[in-house]
């Protein structure tokens, strides 16, 4: 045994630290976060991009020390740089370059309805509006609740289309047949020859009593669902009351009224037939003779059918007064008349209210006639018609309001009563003598005065 072997083994000295990273600059731009760790150069934070690999050279170490090493961590995140618009490299949210110039897919279009389809639906709406079929209705409603909602638009226009079609030619027709009935009906020509020879007589009265009253035992029944009914009873309720009232107690007198009512009351209250009941009545069986205001010329049935035609063209044509979009607050730039109407009428004056037609009353009735006629109306008419009275004119006032009528044609808006439909007027034209009545009559009316009857 040697000397040194019987000494201890020196003591070895302390390993040195681990060689510093490399990180290859070409292949790391990020900054390593900590309160230890070193700002990176410039160059290197400015990079542009991210990489996960780097490259590691570990420096010349001990003999004694050992290579072997665990390997770095993870890189922290950090604050992506800004890049410019015109980065080659997109922001994160962008999409890749090779996207953008892609062409877009498409709309997905909605399937279109066939041509088959359209052309029954028309003819299931055509035979409910003009034929009345409730089995095309039916078939019109169900096609209607089926459609998918991007085609219901299109079968609903068609459906709007017709319709109002329909009700053009429905009220072309019905103008048609009122004018063609009122040019056919002569007053008091839908009673007897002798009652027409006779027309103040008793069987004349008696004739009219009894046709009133089958006209209101029929139209009587539908008073509560159709209100242009009531509305023309209660009309002519009030007009006969104010015939036979005196002069000094609101009433007509001696004189004849003029009642003006829209012609639509005939029309569209409840068809055609209570249009013919009704003007057959009122011009036929009680003697009232129409006509139009002085400012109108009546219509024949050509002139409706020049309504439903187009107006030829006119070639440099401006915008006329005529058109219906017309702004009514410019006036036209002339007030030359349209050529482009056909319409066989004069035109009202602006401002005008469009009141409808004249209906006079006869000059035969008289007081103890409309009494009877009066006493055959429903007693739910006599409570609802009211009691209208006509203003009662002194001497300067009259003059002054035969002077306009003479002058403009009309009377004063204030010389108007109104009814429960149309208003009444008196005119300048006098009843037919022996209108009071006998003097037992006169006699009974004076009674019924006193008491306010």
Same mark, same amino acid.
């Given at each position: 045994?040697?000397?040194?072997?019987?000494?201890?083994?020196?003591?070895?000295?302390?390993?040195?630290?681990? &060689?510093?990273?490399?990180?290859?600059?070409?292949?790391?731009?990020?900054?390593?976060?900590?309160?230890?760790?070193?700002?990176?150069?410039?160059?290197?934070?400015? /990079? $542009?991009? !991210?990489?996960?690999?780097?490259?590691?050279?570990?420096?010349?170490?001990?003999?004694?020390?050992?290579?072997?090493?665990?390997?770095?961590?993870?890189?922290?995140? =950090?604050?992506?740089?800004?890049?410019?618009?015109?980065?080659?490299?997109?922001?994160?949210?962008?999409?890749?370059?090779?996207?953008?110039?892609? #062409?877009? #897919?498409?709309?997905?279009?909605?399937?279109?309805?066939?041509?088959?389809?359209?052309?029954?639906?028309?003819?299931?709406?055509?035979?409910?509006?003009?034929?009345?079929?409730?089995?095309?209705?039916?078939?019109?409603?169900?096609?209607?609740?089926?459609?998918?909602?991007?085609?219901?638009?299109? !079968?609903?226009?068609?459906?709007? $289309?017709?319709? &109002?079609?329909?009700?053009?030619?429905?009220?072309?027709? *019905?103008?048609?047949?009122?004018?063609?009935?009122? =040019?056919?009906?002569?007053?008091?020509?839908?009673? %007897?020859?002798? $009652?027409?020879?006779?027309?103040?007589?008793?069987? &004349?009265?008696?004739?009219?009593? @009894?046709?009133? $009253?089958? !006209?209101?035992?029929?139209?009587?029944?539908?008073?509560?669902?159709?209100?242009? +009914?009531?509305?023309?009873? @209660?009309?002519?309720?009030?007009?006969?009351? *104010?015939?036979?009232?005196?002069? /000094?107690?609101?009433?007509?007198?001696?004189?004849?009224?003029?009642? @003006?009512?829209?012609?639509?009351?005939?029309?569209?209250?409840?068809?055609?037939?209570?249009?013919?009941?009704?003007?057959?009545?009122?011009?036929?069986?009680?003697?009232?003779?129409?006509?139009?205001?002085? /400012?109108? %010329?009546?219509?024949? +049935?050509?002139?409706?059918?020049?309504?439903?035609?187009?107006?030829?063209?006119?070639?440099?044509?401006?915008?006329?007064?005529?058109?219906?979009?017309?702004?009514?607050? %410019? #006036?036209?730039?002339?007030?030359?008349?349209?050529?482009?109407?056909?319409?066989?009428?004069?035109?009202?004056?602006?401002?005008?209210?469009?009141?409808?037609?004249?209906?006079?009353?006869?000059?035969?009735?008289? /007081?103890?006639?409309?009494?009877?006629?009066?006493?055959?109306?429903?007693?739910?008419?006599?409570?609802?018609?009211?009691?209208?009275?006509?203003?009662? #004119?002194?001497?300067?006032?009259?003059?002054?309001?035969?002077?306009?009528?003479? =002058?403009?044609?009309?009377?004063?808006?204030?010389?108007?009563?109104?009814?429960?439909?149309?208003? *009444?007027?008196?005119?300048?034209?006098?009843?037919?003598?022996?209108?009071?009545?006998?003097?037992? !009559?006169?006699?009974?009316?004076?009674?019924?005065?006193? +008491?306010?009857?």
């Amino acid at each position: 045994m040697s000397l040194t072997d019987s000494y201890p083994p020196p003591l070895r000295s302390r390993p040195p630290p681990p &060689a510093p990273l490399r990180i290859d600059k070409a292949n790391a731009a990020y900054v390593p976060r900590g309160p230890s760790s070193r700002t990176l150069p410039g160059s290197m934070s400015t /990079n $542009s991009g !991210f990489s996960q690999s780097y490259s590691y050279t570990p420096r010349a170490t001990n003999k004694h020390h050992s290579t072997s090493r665990s390997p770095p961590r993870s890189p922290p995140p =950090s604050a992506m740089p800004l890049l410019s618009p015109r980065s080659s490299i997109g922001s994160a949210h962008s999409p890749p370059p090779n996207m953008i110039h892609m #062409p877009k #897919p498409p709309p997905r279009q909605s399937p279109q309805p066939r041509a088959e389809d359209l052309a029954d639906f028309e003819k299931q709406c055509r035979d409910f509006f003009y034929q009345q079929s409730h089995e095309s209705g039916q078939k019109m409603n169900t096609i209607l609740s089926s459609l998918p909602p991007s085609q219901r638009a299109r !079968f609903t226009r068609i459906q709007a $289309s017709i319709r &109002a079609q329909f009700h053009a030619d429905r009220t072309l027709a *019905l103008q048609s047949a009122m004018l063609a009935l009122l =040019s056919s009906t002569v007053p008091l020509h839908s009673l %007897t020859p002798p $009652s027409r020879a006779r027309p103040q007589g008793k069987s &004349a009265q008696k004739e009219r009593e @009894e046709k009133l $009253s089958a !006209f209101l035992r029929e139209w009587g029944k539908t008073m509560d669902t159709l209100p242009g +009914v009531r509305k023309f009873i @209660e009309g002519l309720y009030s007009t006969l009351r *104010l015939m036979s009232r005196p002069e /000094n107690h609101g009433g007509a007198g001696p004189r004849r009224v003029e009642w @003006e009512i829209d012609d639509a009351i005939f029309m569209e209250s409840a068809g055609e037939e209570f249009m013919h009941d009704a003007i057959i009545m009122l011009k036929g069986v009680l003697g009232f003779s129409d006509t139009l205001p002085g /400012n109108e %010329t009546d219509t024949s +049935v050509s002139s409706l059918v020049d309504i439903a035609l187009p107006p030829p063209p006119v070639l440099g044509r401006t915008r006329s007064s005529s058109d219906p979009f017309t702004d009514p607050g %410019t #006036p036209p730039l002339s007030t030359s008349p349209d050529p482009s109407v056909h319409l066989n009428m004069q035109q009202r004056p602006a401002g005008s209210i469009s009141h409808g037609r004249l209906w006079i009353s006869p000059a035969e009735l008289t /007081n103890p006639s409309i009494t009877h006629l009066l006493a055959v109306f429903p007693p739910q008419i006599k409570r609802t018609a009211g009691a209208p009275r006509f203003h009662v #004119p002194t001497a300067e006032r009259k003059r002054d309001v035969e002077a306009l009528a003479t =002058s403009q044609g009309d009377q004063p808006a204030d010389e108007w009563t109104a009814l429960s439909t149309g208003r *009444l007027r008196l005119t300048s034209q006098l009843r037919r003598g022996g209108w009071r009545g006998g003097i037992m !009559f006169r006699f009974c009316q004076w009674l019924a005065s006193l +008491v306010g009857a």
